[in-house]
């Protein structure tokens, strides 16, 4: 027998830089590469550089496209005899691989001992730019592409570049349409296992992660890592570009794609471009036509389970998100984010007409504008076609033909179509004056009053007889001038 492959009973090679024990020579031979970077290895295709014979053997196979290994339950193949094996582990629900301090048991021993470092403690990988030290070499290596801007994983079909191999998989499904996780009560698909396991507690109905600040429990533990940002306020991921701060990565790279007008997510049907995944999935129900998500109250549809969530909320009063600067809570995340402009003033969207340049706090109101200038009336009535270049203005319309009046005032009975009308009256009994003139200070109760207001402060009057070219402040008294000619 080849020395280097000799075995003792105990663990008797051991390293002599971190103390790590082997059974095996030749694995403390390999383990030693990890410390001094040797990769002596080399594919004669592309010339990349191994530490491991074995990890080198793995990577010729991408090259000649071989995947010899089979499932014998669904057929999927596989390059590797290892990655088969795990794979057939998903079938058969087999957890080998134990942890002895918990019990804990793990279908693959890299879990188990990324797991184990849970209990130890151990950090042993540290990054040579910023310090921050990791339990795990490849943890390491993923966190150094942060630093290098280093996509080393390509999409063979469109070539587009990743830092992790996993996201590369993940991306490929969009290609392949491949769906291969089913759930086993209602049949519905997934391209993730995670996200079968996710879709699986809708079924059990169980919130096993609790918050400890409000006692709100959740589904999940990722879940649960969100929510708690609303508490502690954390907003670590900046954009590079304006400096804006957002709590969550995913939302910072939708950010993001407003600087680059990147829109990478493309519907299949009517080739309509989004620069939010989240964004096309709510588009694609507008062609399928499906409200799978029904109140329990007033059994009313919604297309969105976060619609859904939101309309819930119209019935139990419950505001769940509050400002930071004036306590003032909302029912719903994206009022919120508006109202939070009021304390900022940032207006960070511009009309690009020349002789405008009006600026506006949020994307859609800049759309809403421009529409000043095109003439665009893209809403229209199905009933008696009138047309609107406001979608909200549509729907307060709609409400004149159904003679639907939903919302009512709790002191009063009062019923009002909108809600925007119910929130105006209701400030008839409390007296509320939330907008505030920023020159005089005089406050008011509708924001349309407010914008009013102001031009007798700055002389603008954008209102203009067509007929005598008259100017006025206010377009109710354009209407009243137009009297005059008719």
């Not at 109905?205 to 999940?220: R, Y």
């Not at 859904?308 to 995340?333: G, M, V, W, Y």
Request: glycine residues 4%; positive net charge.
């Amino acid at each position: 027998m080849n020395p280097s492959h000799q075995k003792e009973d105990s663990k008797a090679f051991c390293c002599d830089i971190c103390e790590k024990s082997f059974s095996w020579k030749q694995h403390l031979v390999e383990h030693n590469r990890t410390h001094t970077d040797e990769r002596p290895f080399f594919c004669d295709i592309c010339q990349k550089s191994f530490s491991d014979k074995r990890c080198m053997k793995r990577h010729k196979i991408i090259h000649t496209g071989e995947r010899p290994f089979s499932c014998s339950t669904c057929h999927k193949t596989f390059r590797d005899k290892s990655d088969l094996n795990r794979h057939e582990r998903t079938h058969t629900g087999e957890k080998p691989f134990s942890c002895d301090i918990c019990q804990e048991s793990f279908s693959q021993k890299k879990t188990l001992n990324r797991h184990k470092i849970i209990h130890t403690g151990e950090r042993r990988y540290s990054c040579s730019t910023c310090q921050k030290a990791f339990p795990d070499k490849s943890d390491l290596n993923r966190h150094e592409r942060t630093h290098t801007g280093e996509k080393p994983f390509s999409c063979d079909i469109c070539q587009k570049s990743f830092s992790e191999k996993g996201t590369m998989k993940q991306h490929m499904l969009i290609h392949t349409g491949e769906r291969q996780y089913s759930c086993s009560i209602c049949q519905k698909t997934f391209q993730h296992k995670s996200n079968l396991n996710r879709h699986m507690i809708i079924h059990t109905d169980e919130k096993q992660f609790s918050c400890n600040f409000c006692q709100k429990a959740f589904s999940l533990k990722a879940y649960l890592s969100q929510h708690m940002l609303i508490h502690t306020g954390e907003r670590q991921y900046s954009c590079y570009i304006c400096q804006k701060t957002f709590q969550h990565k995913s939302d910072l790279e939708s950010h993001i794609r407003i600087h680059t007008g990147e829109k990478p997510f493309s519907c299949d049907i009517c080739q309509k471009s989004f620069s939010d995944k989240r964004n096309l999935k709510r588009h694609r129900i507008i062609h399928t036509g499906e409200r799978r998500y029904s109140c329990s109250t007033c059994n009313k549809t919604f297309r969105d389970k976060s619609e859904l969530n939101i309309h819930e909320r119209t019935h139990t009063a419950e505001k769940p998100f509050s400002c930071d600067i004036c306590q003032k809570s909302f029912s719903d995340k994206r009022n919120l984010k508006r109202h939070r402009i009021i304390h900022t003033g940032e207006c960070q969207y511009s009309c690009p007409i020349k002789f405008c340049q009006k600026t506006f706090q949020r994307k859609n109101t800049l759309d809403i504008h421009m529409r000043t200038h095109t003439g665009e009336k893209p809403f229209s009535c199905d009933i008696c076609l009138l047309s609107f270049s406001v979608k909200q203005n549509l729907k307060r319309h709609r409400a004149i033909h159904t003679g639907e009046r939903r919302y009512s005032c709790t002191i009063c009975h009062k019923t009002c179509r909108d809600k925007s009308d119910l929130n105006v009256h209701e400030r008839t009994h409390t007296g509320e004056k939330p907008f505030s003139c920023d020159i005089c200070q005089e406050l008011f109760s509708r924001k349309k009053t407010l914008t009013d207001h102001l031009r007798t402060h700055t002389g603008k009057k954008p209102f203009s007889c067509g007929i005598c070219k008259k100017s006025f402040s206010k377009k109710g008294s354009l209407n009243k001038h137009s009297f005059i000619h008719n």
